[in-house]
Structure formats: structure tokens, C-alpha cells
């Protein structure tokens, strides 16, 4: 018997049809395994999330320490260092948030698929004011970013006058 599957992923969700296929239990797996995949994929972007906060905190701690300290360098370099370390940190954070909000809908649909009774992403609590993570780690990242500006500015005004 002639088995047939297509899998089409658009935008990330899976759609499975078949044609004579012998059994839609197969089908099932092949979905249960992405499900799978998507959550661990979803912790792991979750855990990243949360690694990095601490060593970009102990980066901005040295060159705040370095920069304060009587160093050799001018305050406008360790400026620099501090937007450049900023930026980098905050957009490895965006691009985490928008593959962990594509794996959130990904999985929505894939229990939709697998006709799951008690749905864990369809049914996730939306964040709040209180609890909004997302916007907390961004307002973390625009106040080390200020912080910088205003330091290379003010440092600027100091070789200008």
C-alpha cells in the first residue's frame, strides 16, 4: 500500500495530510515527537534567557568599576564598551523572545492537532503588569543603555571644555 505524507511547515505549524496512509497513528507520533521538540526547545530558550542576565550584569560591573577607577583609559572608551555590550546583550534577548513567542504558537497548534485535553500553551497565563518579565528585562537593558549614553556624553563635555 502507496504511503503518502507531506509535511508543510508554514510559519511553523505543521499540517499532515495523507493519502491511503495505513494508519493515523503515525501520524500522531510524528506530532507528539514535534511537540516534544518544541517544548525543550522552549525550556531551553527559557533558561537562556535567565544565563545571561547574571554575566551581563558582571560585565557591566567591571567596566563600571574599570571606568570609575582611575583607569588609564578615557571614560568615553569604557562608554563605548558599555553601549556596545548593552546592544549586543539586549538584541540576543529580543531574538530569544521572538523564537520563544514562535515556539509558544507552535505548540498552541500542535495540541490543537493532538486534540489534547488540558492545554498548556493554548491555556498559559498572559502576563500582567506584575509579572510582565519580558518588558522588566527591557527596561533592565534601556536603563544600562541610558546609563552610558549620559556617560558618554557627560565625558564628551569634559574633553570639550
Known sequence: MK??????????YILLRGENMETNESNKTLI???YKEVSNNRRHYSGLRFALLP??????GWIIQAA????HLPLA???L?????????WTIEERILEYYTHLEKVAANIEKQLEIDVKMFV?????????????SIRTTYFVCMTFWVVTLCY???????
Open 123 to 135: 491555556t498559559w497565563p498572559k502576563s500582567t503588569f506584575r509579572s510582565n518579565t519580558r518588558w
Open 3 to 12: 504511503k503518502s505524507l507531506l509535511v508543510k511547515e508554514a510559519y511553523g
Open 55 to 60: 554575566f551581563y550584569f558582571a560585565i557591566q
Open 68 to 71: 570609575f577607577d582611575k583607569s
Open 155 to 161: 565625558s564628551i563635555y569634559q574633553l570639550l571644555t
Open 77 to 79: 572608551i569604557y562608554a
Open 81 to 89: 564598551i558599555g553601549i556596545l555590550s548593552t546592544y549586543v546583550f
Open 32 to 34: 507528539l515527537e514535534k
